[in-house]
């Protein structure tokens, strides 16, 4: 390069000797020099334990597609979101943050406090002029347009996009069908069916062993499904199972102080009287919740509440209990036949943004970076590992995971006793899989092999699909103002808690449905809850997924 600077300014002096006369070529030649160097990006990342940023074959892939080199501040998972913190509080943060939505993001609060502090760098020009991938999805699914783009217009960090198919029906129940069978029973199909297996549970020592040990209906505490009393309530009135929200006719509401919600007490308080319900459903944690499904001197769980019965017997190869629980359909209650829906699990949030230490170089390679993850191969190769280590294209005759959809990912799964491959990020390159993504995986068609898996909760959610209601409030998809954010998440937690706790104490009968409900309705009000309809109703409004 040198060389050819020279012979430039060679030519050009022989041609003119006048000093002021510098060449074109001189400055072109320098450009070139620089353009050939790599842009390097500071970035604070999470790395997972199995997984070195710095010699991973992902980080060496982008670098390599798009002239860049990393300078990773690596930060394991525990502590993440104190560290991050504290980098920004610090002032000597990096040019860009590239996180694990499921560890650590930014919030919605986040993004707009440090968006208006000029901190993070709105994306929307950068989307516009080098990111086509991410403009065509905004500009076919208005519910990401909406969960990326603050109240403002601006984009201020992109999210995980992950739809997951099972995951967005989480309150699902297994019933135990091989007690069905040897009890004669059928699939319970309304509310009351279902109380009769129970009560058969109970009494009719399915497990054989001549004691009466059964747990007829458990489950835990958690957020994946577990909570009992959602599956049992929509039978009566909608459960969202997170806010108790409903959407009627475009206006905010709650369903926790309606008669259909004192009717759907009523019922499981009388599962609850009976028997029928484990007490420890409604204090214990999955662990507990696992020790049930899978009792050391044997079965004794009649059915169990979950996203999907892995949280409770084991699935692994030469288990014992996994076939035996199937996923019991939406019951039909006094008032419909719902399933809880909450579209698909997204996170609001962001888990990249750019910073105002970017240079515009970094910028573009950045967000051109994050435009190929949104891609298929770009997704694949970041969140799973790289193309003919992690995943290869699929074979002939092989199936994808939707129903009648091409397969075009096939995994390799990984063999025991060898190392970490080190080939993708993993939870750090999740950022878009729309369910038609997840759809095209390669997947047998034996649901009850471990390998499939995910075959069998697919299965079982096409029983929920369609059970949700026609409006639902889209508390994944919506802004709230930031001057109300605070009050809005006082006012969230203390209504949740009061119908949360309200609602156990009228199941055990520490409240008297008749005599407490009318004081029970006062306190919700006491809380101020027309007050926070209010503050959602503003943010629904306001909110892009309408635009």
Same mark, same amino acid.
């Given at each position: 390069m040198f060389s050819m600077i020279l012979a430039a300014c060679t030519s050009t002096q022989e041609a003119s000797p006048s000093a002021s006369s510098k060449p074109s070529t001189d400055t072109a030649s320098l450009s070139a020099a620089t353009a050939s160097k790599p842009v390097q990006i500071s970035v604070f990342a999470q790395q997972a334990n199995d997984i070195d940023l710095n010699t991973n074959l992902f980080t060496k892939h982008l670098e390599s597609k798009f002239n860049a080199k990393f300078k990773f501040d690596v930060i394991p998972y525990d502590g993440a979101k104190e560290k991050r913190q504290i980098s920004l509080a610090s002032g000597d943060y990096p040019e860009a943050y590239m996180l694990t939505a499921y560890i650590d993001q930014f919030s919605q609060a986040d993004l707009l406090k440090f968006g208006k502090q000029g901190v993070l760098l709105p994306l929307n020009d950068l989307i516009n002029q080098y990111a086509p991938t991410i403009k065509a999805a905004m500009e076919k699914d208005a519910t990401f347009k909406s969960f990326i783009t603050a109240p403002d217009g601006k984009i201020y960090g992109l999210g995980s996009y992950t739809q997951c198919f099972h995951c967005s029906y989480p309150n699902k129940?297994?019933?135990?069908?091989?007690?069905?069978?040897?009890?004669?029973?059928?699939?319970?199909? $309304?509310?009351?069916?279902?109380?009769?297996?129970?009560?058969?549970?109970?009494?009719?020592?399915?497990? +054989?062993?001549?004691?009466?040990?059964?747990?007829?209906?458990?489950? @835990?505490?958690?957020?994946?499904?577990?909570?009992?009393?959602?599956?049992?309530?929509? *039978?009566?009135?909608?459960?969202?199972?997170?806010?108790? =929200?409903?959407?009627?006719?475009?206006? %905010?509401? $709650?369903?926790?102080?309606?008669?259909?919600?004192?009717?759907?007490?009523?019922?499981?308080?009388?599962?609850?009287?009976? +028997?029928?319900?484990?007490? *420890?459903?409604?204090?214990?944690?999955?662990?507990?919740?696992?020790?049930?499904?899978?009792?050391?001197?044997?079965?004794?769980?009649?059915?169990?509440?979950?996203?999907?019965?892995?949280?409770?017997?084991?699935?692994?190869?030469?288990?014992?209990? @996994?076939?035996d629980y199937n996923p019991v359909p939406p019951l039909t209650g006094p008032h419909g036949s719902l399933s809880t829906h909450d579209g698909g699990g997204l996170i609001p949030g962001a888990k990249? !943004? #750019?910073?105002?230490?970017?240079?515009?170089?970094?910028?573009? %390679?950045?967000?051109?970076?994050?435009?190929?993850?949104?891609?298929?191969?770009?997704?694949?190769?970041?969140?799973?590992?790289?193309? +003919?280590?992690?995943?290869?294209?699929?074979?002939?005759?092989?199936?994808?995971? +939707?129903?009648? !959809?091409?397969?075009?990912?096939? $995994?390799?799964?990984? !063999?025991d006793g060898q190392p970490p491959r080190n080939a993708g990020w993993s939870g750090m390159g999740h950022f878009y899989q729309p369910q038609e993504y997840r759809d095209s995986i390669v997947q047998g068609t034996d649901v009850y092999d471990s390998a499939n898996?995910?075959?069998?909760?697919?299965?079982?959610?096409?029983?929920?699909?369609?059970?949700?209601?026609?409006?639902?409030?889209?508390?994944?998809?919506?802004? #709230?103002?930031?001057?109300?954010?605070?009050?809005?998440? #006082? =006012?969230?937690?203390?209504?949740?808690?009061?119908?949360?706790?309200?609602s156990l104490q009228f199941i055990t009968g520490n409240k008297d449905l008749n005599k407490d409900w009318d004081a029970y309705v006062k306190g919700l009000d006491n809380l101020k809850l027309g007050r926070y309809l209010e503050i959602l109703q503003k943010a629904y409004d306001t909110a892009a997924i309408k635009k």
């Open positions: 129940m297994w019933i135990n069908t091989s007690w069905l069978k040897k009890l004669n029973l059928e699939m319970p199909k $309304t509310t009351e069916d279902f109380k009769k297996v129970l009560q058969a549970f109970k009494k009719n020592d399915p497990n +054989g062993n001549g004691k009466a040990d059964e747990v007829p209906l458990s489950g @835990s505490t958690e957020d994946f499904g577990v909570r009992v009393i959602p599956f049992l309530m929509n *039978g009566f009135i909608y459960d969202d199972d997170r806010n108790y =929200l409903n959407l009627v006719n475009g206006k %905010a509401d $709650t369903v926790a102080n309606k008669p259909e919600w004192k009717e759907g007490l009523t019922y499981i308080k009388s599962l609850y009287d009976e +028997g029928l319900i484990d007490p *420890g459903a409604f204090t214990q944690n999955a662990e507990a919740f696992k020790k049930i499904g899978e009792n050391g001197s044997g079965q004794i769980l009649g059915a169990g509440a979950g996203m999907h019965p892995a949280i409770f017997v084991n699935i692994d190869k030469g288990n014992k209990n @996994s076939a990249f !943004v #750019i910073t105002n230490k970017a240079s515009k170089e970094a910028q573009v %390679a950045l967000i051109k970076m994050v435009d190929y993850m949104f891609t298929m191969e770009g997704q694949t190769n970041a969140a799973s590992g790289m193309e +003919g280590i992690d995943w290869r294209k699929p074979k002939e005759g092989e199936v994808a995971l +939707g129903k009648g !959809v091409t397969p075009q990912i096939a $995994t390799i799964p990984a !063999v898996y995910e075959r069998r909760l697919y299965d079982a959610t096409l029983l929920y699909q369609g059970h949700e209601p026609k409006e639902l409030f889209p508390m994944w998809a919506i802004w #709230i103002d930031p001057a109300l954010t605070d009050e809005a998440s #006082i =006012l969230q937690t203390n209504i949740k808690n009061y119908i949360e706790q309200s």
